[in-house]
């Protein structure tokens, strides 16, 4: 198998092992993936980027603490033990 497939098949398992441990509130981000997902119309989800917009909501919402408040130090500690 090319690389590149190989990568497109392994990338999720080792996102479900790895990203738990980071310290990334995974059922959160899930949670607000799924929320951004049901309030957008169905002829928008279609779209090939879609999943792109889906990404930088999530994005977004992992810069703000569990008040709803930007958290930047602890999205920088995340980042920095993911990167690990």
């Known amino acids: 198998m090319p690389e590149e497939r190989l990568t497109e098949l392994v990338l999720p398992l080792a996102s ?28 928008d989800r279609i779209l090939g980027c879609y999943v792109d917009q889906v990404a930088w909501w999530v994005s977004e919402r992992m810069l703000l603490g569990a008040d709803g408040e930007p958290d930047l130090e602890s999205a920088r500690a995340s980042l920095t033990t993911v990167r690990a």
């Open 16 to 43: 479900r092992w790895t990203l738990p441990d980071s310290g990334l509130d995974v059922v959160r981000l899930r949670e607000e993936a799924h929320v951004f997902v049901q309030a957008t119309p169905l002829s």
